[in-house]
């Protein structure tokens, strides 16, 4: 079942600036799209880089490194 | 000159380039920038936890294991978002560990608020040499996104590696206008003097009269001083740009201190204004208290806005 867009009000925090929010509906949604794009590359992009830092750290370590990220 | 620091700002925390957001053009400086920190803290916010739980993960480890991590498997984007989060003279000692490249990456990505104790800890050779990179790069936007955030001398120590022109295009990107005064002030007369020469040979008086708006009532008259040594010449183009980019706010404090033979070549230059232009300016120089000091110049504005 297809889910509805998160509007951009839904995807900040706090009042969107009058500008922003006086922008046509095409072009917010526009905005809220490119940033949950981005969120999403973040989160993929920071997971993985968590699990390949590990490589590189000390084996003696690599056990409270786990935990302390929280792998 | 770039057109809109702030869409280009915008356009990288959206991982877009700024044409694709031609529908913020009418949106003013003020509204974009205060969307633009709405976007910062939701991407910052948005993996607090993982960044947290990263940020104590990093002291475990020993600041050459974290210099390998960061360049070998973060990346500019992710040592950014995890940069504040790590103890600032930890973070400090992994930054001088890195290649400048790399750390100029990273500076890109940067939200200076969330690194202040970071960037306070580097080494003023350190902030140089990004600086020189960053001028390189040409890219105004993260050159004048640190200025609020460096010391004097850091600050001078990266207004050092920059040329006239790319000092001016910085200013002109500066992303808190307060911190222009403290570049003012470490920049000699004789280098203000050169920027104004920069600024003729490079059509660079948009960057130059909005670093003048923005100074305080003590440096405008080293500012003028600045013009004449750099000469006469330049007087008229001030003038144009002035009426082209409407900085007269700008311009009339400086106009008021510079000596009577120049106030007579500005005088010049404004007797070629359209009437409706000058009457717009005599009224500017009364609310701020100039009016009196224009000498010529103001004579001139009355001749055609009586």
């Not at chain 2, 949106?27 to 969307?35: G, P, Q, R, S, Y």
């Not at chain 2, 232009?277 to 208290?289: E, F, H, I, N, Q």
């Amino acid at each position: 079942m297809a889910t509805a867009r998160r509007t951009l009000g839904e995807r900040v925090t706090g009042e969107l600036p009058d500008g922003i929010a006086a922008l046509g509906e095409d072009d917010q949604q526009y905005l809220a799209d490119a940033l949950g794009a981005a969120k999403r590359s973040q989160r993929e992009e920071l997971a993985a880089a968590a699990e390949d830092s590990l490589r590189y750290v000390p084996k003696l370590l690599r056990g409270p490194v786990r935990k302390a990220v929280g792998l | 000159m770039t057109a809109r620091p702030e869409i280009e700002r915008i356009a990288r925390l959206l991982r877009l380039r700024p044409d694709q957001l031609g529908f913020l053009h009418d949106v003013d400086d003020a509204e974009l920038m205060a969307f633009r920190s709405q976007l910062t803290d939701t991407l910052f916010d948005a993996h607090a936890g993982v960044l947290t739980r990263l940020g104590s993960a990093a002291k475990l480890l020993p600041s050459p294991v974290l210099a390998k991590i960061a360049q070998h498997v973060f990346g500019p984007l992710l040592c950014a978002r995890v940069a504040g989060t790590i103890d600032p003279g930890k973070a400090s000692e992994v930054a001088g560990r890195l290649p400048v490249e790399f750390l100029t990456d990273v500076a890109v990505e940067l939200d200076p608020r969330r690194v202040e104790g970071v960037v306070g800890n580097l080494p003023d050779d350190l902030i140089a040499d990004v600086a020189r990179v960053l001028g390189g790069r040409q890219d105004w936007i993260t050159l004048g996104q640190f200025v609020g955030f460096l010391g004097e001398s850091p600050l001078a120590a990266a207004i050092g590696v920059l040329d006239d022109g790319q000092l001016l295009r910085a200013a002109y990107a500066v992303d808190s206008p307060h911190a222009i005064p403290a570049v003012v002030d470490v920049l000699g007369t004789d280098r203000l003097s050169e920027m104004f020469t920069a600024a003729a040979r490079e059509d660079l008086f948009a960057a130059l009269l909005r670093l003048a708006s923005h100074l305080r009532d003590d440096q405008v008259p080293r500012l003028a001083d600045a013009i004449m040594i750099a000469g006469r010449g330049t007087l008229d183009q001030l003038v144009a740009a002035a009426a082209t980019y409407g900085h007269w706010h700008a311009l009339l404090p400086m106009a008021a201190a510079l000596p009577g033979d120049a106030k007579a070549d500005v005088a010049e230059a404004v007797r070629e204004l359209a009437p409706e232009v000058r009457a717009d300016v005599v009224a500017l120089a009364t609310s701020l208290g100039v009016l009196d000091d224009l000498g010529p110049i103001a004579d001139a504005l009355a001749e055609r806005a009586a």
